[in-house]
C-alpha cells in the first residue's frame, strides 16, 4: 500500500532515446509534481499537476513532457535523452497546490550513456 | 536565484552532539517553513515545520528556531544519532504557483 509509487525505480539507456517513467498515489491527493535531483542533491521542481491541469511548468527543455491521465497518475516522458538528463526523478504529490506538506515517492535513477 | 539559502553543505557530528542546519530567505510573502529529511536511496519526507509568528517549535529531538526580523531559521538535532544520517532540505512556501522553494541540502553524517 505505497502511498506514492514510480516505476522504474532504475532506467539506464543510450542518448536519443526516448523513455517514460510513470508515477501512481493512492492519497487522493489533487496536485502532483516532478522535482529533478542532480548529482549535488539539488532538488529542482519541473511540473505540477492540480486535478489534472498544468500549475507549474518550469524552465525545462521542451524534450520533457508530462502527462496526466487522471489525479492519481502523472508521467513523464522524455525525448531525446542527453548526457545532462542524468539524474533522480521524484514524484510527489500534496493534497492541494497550497500545502506545504509534499509526500514523495522513492525516485527513478536515470542514467543516459 | 536560489529562493533559500541553506550551510553548511555538509556537517559531521559525533554521536550525542548537537547538528545545526542554517537557513535564509528574503520573500516576506513565504508563510510556512518546513523541513525535509531524505534518506540515501529514498525520496524526500516532512520533518518538521514552523509558521512565521512561532520562534521556536520542538518536536522530539529536532527543534527549528525562526528569526524573523533577520528572516533566518535554523534545524537544531539534539544527541544526534548515527540513524539521523541524512540530507536534510529546509524549505519556504510562497503563494504562487510553485508554493514550495526548497535549500540546497545540507549532507549530515553523525558519526558513532
Known amino acids: 500500500d505505497t502511498a506514492v509509487s514510480q516505476t522504474p525505480k532504475y532506467l539506464v539507456t543510450q542518448m536519443g532515446n526516448d523513455k517514460s517513467i510513470k508515477c501512481e498515489q493512492n492519497?487522493?491527493?489533487?496536485?502532483m509534481y516532478w522535482y529533478k535531483q542532480d548529482s549535488k542533491k539539488f532538488l529542482k521542481i519541473m511540473f505540477s499537476?492540480?486535478?489534472?491541469?498544468?500549475?507549474i511548468n518550469e524552465t525545462v527543455p521542451n524534450r520533457f513532457s508530462p502527462k496526466s491521465p487522471d489525479k492519481a497518475h502523472l508521467n513523464l516522458h522524455i525525448n531525446s535523452l542527453e548526457l545532462g538528463d542524468s539524474a533522480v526523478y521524484f514524484c510527489?504529490?500534496?493534497?492541494?497546490?497550497?500545502?506545504?506538506?509534499?509526500?514523495f515517492g522513492p525516485g527513478t535513477r536515470l542514467t543516459v550513456t | 536565484q536560489q529562493q533559500v539559502k541553506q550551510s553548511p553543505q555538509s556537517l559531521i557530528v559525533q554521536k550525542g552532539g548537537i547538528s545545526i542546519i542554517n537557513c535564509a530567505y528574503e520573500n516576506t510573502a513565504f508563510d510556512y517553513f518546513p523541513w525535509y529529511q531524505q534518506f540515501p536511496g529514498k525520496g524526500p519526507a516532512l520533518l518538521i515545520a514552523?509558521?512565521?509568528?512561532?520562534s521556536e517549535k520542538k518536536e522530539g529531538r529536532f527543534t527549528i528556531s525562526f528569526n524573523k526580523s533577520a528572516k533566518q531559521f535554523s534545524l537544531h538535532i539534539m544527541d544526534s544519532q548515527p540513524g539521523d544520517s541524512a540530507t536534510y532540505f529546509c524549505a519556504a512556501r510562497g503563494t504562487g504557483a510553485n508554493n514550495l522553494f526548497f535549500g540546497t541540502g545540507t549532507r549530515l553524517t553523525v558519526i558513532p
Open positions: 499537476y492540480n486535478n489534472k491541469e498544468l500549475i
Open positions: 510527489a504529490s500534496s493534497w492541494d497546490r497550497l500545502s506545504y506538506e509534499q509526500y
Open positions: 514552523i509558521r512565521p509568528d512561532v
Open positions: 492519497l487522493g491527493h489533487d496536485t
